[in-house]
């Protein structure tokens, strides 16, 4: 399962340089990450069984500036499982260019509210996250 989400690029993106602050790429990802969950379709039920998913590592690999009026389209997939943590591949793609903007590999816990802490991966989820792992190497 490969999500792919469409932001343009407006002035409150930019730099001093006219070109897409780094910072901005973290909220870039995390609404693709958003868009993912939605259609992944968890979030509310994990939420009312008091888990949640927690980004507990980003790294983000900056390939070309953006700029002002580029559409650029977010794309999320899951890319790795493990006992309680799950790993999703993101890349930025200039939508006219079809150059690579900028990748990034995040990793999420599965958080307990009640205990604050990680825990394994209910097995329900677990199963449902290696579906989109294998829908997506496809």
Not at 12 to 34: C, K, M, P, S, T
Not at 48 to 73: C, Y
Not at 120 to 127: A, N, S, V
Request: hydrophobic share 45%; with cysteine; proline share 1%.
């Amino acid at each position: 399962m490969i999500n792919k989400v469409q932001i343009k690029v407006r002035g409150y993106h930019l730099d001093i340089f006219q070109h897409v602050n780094n910072a901005r790429y973290l909220e870039f990802l995390e609404e693709g990450r958003w868009a993912f969950f939605d259609d992944f379709g968890v979030g509310s039920d994990m939420m009312e069984q008091g888990i949640a998913w927690v980004v507990v590592n980003i790294n983000i690999n900056f390939k070309k500036e953006a700029s002002f009026g580029d559409v650029l389209e977010v794309q999320t997939a899951f890319s790795a499982l493990g006992n309680r943590s799950i790993s999703m591949q993101q890349n930025i793609i200039n939508d006219k260019t079809q150059e690579l903007v900028a990748e990034a590999q995040v990793t999420y816990v599965c958080f307990s509210q009640k205990l604050k802490a990680a825990i394994p991966l209910p097995e329900e989820y677990r199963i449902k996250v290696e579906q989109a792992i294998a829908l997506s190497s496809q």
